[in-house]
């Protein structure tokens, strides 16, 4: 079983940067192919980032140029780099084992205008 535990996120100040980590086990992690998503009271969750079978990174139109999907997979670690953040972007982010279909427990960002 993939458990996926993530770290990071809390409250920014617009135009400010955030780092999110997740901390994959339970797998090779190496094989999975990870994704980040994020969720609002208001909105169902959505995509925000991700890594393609073949390519570079894909990212939701909302946040390209802004963020970015690096992994580390000697750490079995996957980050999301959060730079001038936005009042929109405040939600809670998750983590994603799009293989095994495990999630993260969800992570607060909170960016005050």
């Known amino acids: 079983q993939v458990r996926l535990v993530q770290s990071g996120g809390g409250l920014v100040q617009t135009g400010g940067s955030l780092t999110l980590s997740c901390v994959a086990s339970?797998?090779?992690?190496?094989?999975?192919?990870m994704a980040w998503y994020r969720q609002t009271p208001e909105k169902q969750r959505e995509f925000v980032a991700a890594?393609?079978?073949?390519?570079?990174?894909t990212y939701a139109d909302s946040v390209k140029g802004r963020f970015t999907i690096s992994r580390d997979n000697r750490k079995n670690t996957v980050y999301l780099q959060m730079n001038n953040l936005k009042p929109e972007d405040t939600a809670i982010y998750y983590c994603t084992s799009i293989n095994s279909g495990s999630w993260g427990q969800g992570t607060q960002v909170t960016v005050s205008s």
């Open positions: 890594f393609s079978n073949a390519g570079p990174p």
């Open positions: 339970g797998t090779i992690f190496s094989f999975n192919r």
